[in-house]
């Protein structure tokens, strides 16, 4: 199996992958956007603006301090209610009943998150920073299952997939290991899917095609697979880089201020070998966290 994105993204024309340049300079201030499937229907679309770290044939990578301010999208009528607490049967409907949306502002909790954005898949991995216990900063490693990244000389376009995969920040005591061996190895063995019942839900109502659920849950599956494949996203060095970013401490390759702001003068302000895998495959089915 590969990967797959189950639906076309609108996208502006012109657009260029990651992983090809011209590529972003370090330093620059950029768009993330994330755009619906159905966007000719209803353009509203997240809006999060984020500075350039890093960009090569690797990949990207893109810093948001904590307290940014954001674009949400919300369904209207439950503009103050976050997504995923609104009910199902108001959320995941056919698309000829499906609600509108509108664009609110909305600002990044907690205390900053890079991105990492590899070429050519419909996922990118994510450092979330937290508050921890005792002042110390958690730092929660995160993959966000979306749409193979396009972009422009300002904006990455992509679209959420709504299933996601969590690690536990430490071992659990189910025996459930962090992302990261204490040899160094990349160790699926912990990783959980997140948000499972949305991604079914969007295929019981209706949303859209069964077969999307099925083809993202698949990607996931075999994201865990393989991820001794990507090594560069996931390499620990970025969980170091976040939290000098989150201090406040200019980046080696791009000039940042204060809590990884970037500097006045250095960016503009946009408007908007293989490693042993020890993941388990399930055949079929819908994927709860106790199969992980």
Not at 87 to 95: I, N
Request: proline share 10%; net charge negative; with cysteine.
């Amino acid at each position: 199996m590969t990967f797959t994105d189950p639906f076309e993204v609108t996208v502006p024309s012109g657009t260029r992958p990651i992983g090809e340049g011209p590529f972003w300079t370090p330093g620059t201030a950029v768009n993330w956007t994330f755009r619906r499937f159905d966007f000719d229907r209803d353009p509203v679309e997240v809006v999060r603006p984020m500075q350039v770290i890093e960009d090569s044939p690797a990949g990207a990578l893109l810093w948001m301090p904590g307290g940014t301010p954001t674009a949400e999208a919300r369904i209207i009528g439950w503009e103050d209610t976050d997504p995923h607490d609104v009910p199902h049967e108001v959320r995941f409907r056919p698309l000829a009943e499906a609600p509108r949306r509108v664009a609110v502002p909305g600002t990044w909790r907690g205390l900053g998150v890079l991105k990492i954005v590899p070429p050519d898949v419909p996922f990118s991995v994510w450092v979330l920073l937290k508050p921890g216990e005792s002042e110390q900063v958690r730092a929660d490693w995160y993959i966000n299952l979306e749409a193979t990244h396009r972009r422009t000389d300002d904006t990455l376009l992509t679209s959420d997939h709504i299933l996601d995969i969590i690690f536990p920040n430490e071992a659990a005591p189910n025996g459930a290991a962090p992302l990261h061996a204490a040899d160094g190895r990349l160790d699926p063995g912990g990783a959980k899917f997140k948000d499972e019942d949305e991604l079914a839900s969007a295929a019981e109502n209706g949303a859209w095609p069964r077969a999307w659920s099925e083809t993202i849950r698949g990607n996931g599956t075999e994201l865990l697979d393989r991820l001794g494949e990507f090594t560069w996203a996931f390499d620990p060095k970025w969980e170091d880089l976040a939290r000098r970013l989150a201090s406040g401490e200019t980046a080696k390759t791009g000039r940042l201020g204060p809590a990884g702001q970037p500097d006045s003068d250095s960016s503009h302000t946009q408007e908007h070998s293989q490693p042993k895998q020890e993941h388990r495959r399930v055949s079929d089915g819908c994927y709860g966290k106790d199969w992980i």
